[in-house]
């Protein structure tokens, strides 16, 4: 492996955590207003 190919898959493999972290992020954040709401509407 030549340092260019090294260099492009250390960048790819640090940004993982990131966007495991935003899909997480975004995922509560959409979630939990429809739970809110669904409760709401069922009278819990």
Do not use: C, E
Not at 26 to 39: F, N, Q, R, V, W
């Amino acid at each position: 492996m030549d340092h260019k190919t090294r260099s492009a898959q250390s960048t790819t493999l640090n940004k993982v955590p990131q966007v495991t972290l935003a899909v997480w992020v975004i995922k509560i954040l959409a979630t939990t207003p429809g739970a809110i709401g669904s409760d709401a509407l069922s009278g819990k």
